[in-house]
T-cell receptor, first 114, second 111 residues
Framework: DQQVKQNSPSLSVQEGRISILNCDYT??????FLWYKKYPAEGPTFLIS?????DKNEDGRFTVFLNKSAKHLSLHIVPSQPGDSAVYFCAAPFSSGSARQLTFGSGTQLTVLP | DAGITQSPRHKVTETGTPVTLRCHQT?????MYWYRQDPGHGLRLIHY???????DKGEVSDGYSVSRSKTEDFLLTLESATSSQTSVYFC??????????FGPGTRLTVT
């Protein structure tokens, strides 16, 4: 049972417009969230994170919003560029066994059209 | 970028053969992980290591074993490969923070 869900497998956006990628979670104990970006034939790369003590974190064109009451987070990319075309995963850490682990959503393929 | 390499990058093997994938890091990080990525499933944890000779199972560990004899190396073994193990395999490392840093991946095809 996935504790982090990305319900949109794909999203297409025009260059220069805003991209909004969504993620829902079920475990109210999650207190930190991460977004990863993945290009074809490469490993995922860390993009941005947010702690539950905040409701927004910004890094250049990328902003992550957290709505704890709705158990929802979103990644905004403004303005979108063709190089942003990639699969985006949201993830949440949890402690289990002897290490902190990450649980991932299934990913959203973003395509930015020139 | 974190210094993580994976070998081989691509492999085709036959059902029933053993396969070993290698992950090597130069960051001296304590934690190492093996994931598989499949369409519709995101990244699922197979096994992880929290130190030399210290390993534990993840979400999808059946059919896989791991070993870590040195801090820098983490091996994933498929004892007898099956077609359901056709996937892309990623190694990741982490230190004391939440972030994990991923290798470039190994594409494995079991025919």
């Amino acid at each position: 049972d996935q504790q982090v869900k990305q319900n949109s497998p794909s999203l297409s956006v025009q260059e220069g417009r805003i991209s909004i990628l969504n993620c829902d979670y079920t475990n109210s104990m999650f207190d930190y969230f991460l977004w990863y970006k993945k290009y074809p034939a490469e490993g995922p790369t860390f993009l941005i994170s947010i702690s539950s003590i905040k409701d927004k974190n910004e890094d250049g064109r990328f902003t992550v919003f957290l709505n704890k009451s709705a158990k929802h987070l979103s990644l905004h990319i403004v303005p979108s560029q063709p190089g942003d075309s990639a699969v985006y995963f949201c993830a949440a850490p949890f402690s289990s066994g002897s290490a902190r682990q990450l649980t991932f959503g299934s990913g959203t393929q973003l395509t930015v059209l020139p | 970028d974190a210094g993580i390499t994976q070998s081989p990058r691509h492999k085709v093997t036959e059902t029933g053969t053993p396969v070993t994938l290698r992950c090597h890091q130069t960051e001296n990080h304590r934690y190492m992980y093996w994931y598989r990525q499949d369409p519709g499933h995101g990244l699922r944890l197979i096994h992880y290591s929290y130190g030399v000779k210290d390993t534990d199972k993840g979400e999808v560990s059946d059919g896989y074993s791991v070993s870590r004899s040195k801090t820098e190396d983490f091996l994933l073994t498929l004892e007898s490969a099956t077609s359901s193990q056709t996937s892309v395999y990623f190694c990741a490392i982490s230190g004391n923070g939440y972030e994990q840093y991923f290798g470039p991946g190994t594409r494995l095809t079991v025919t």
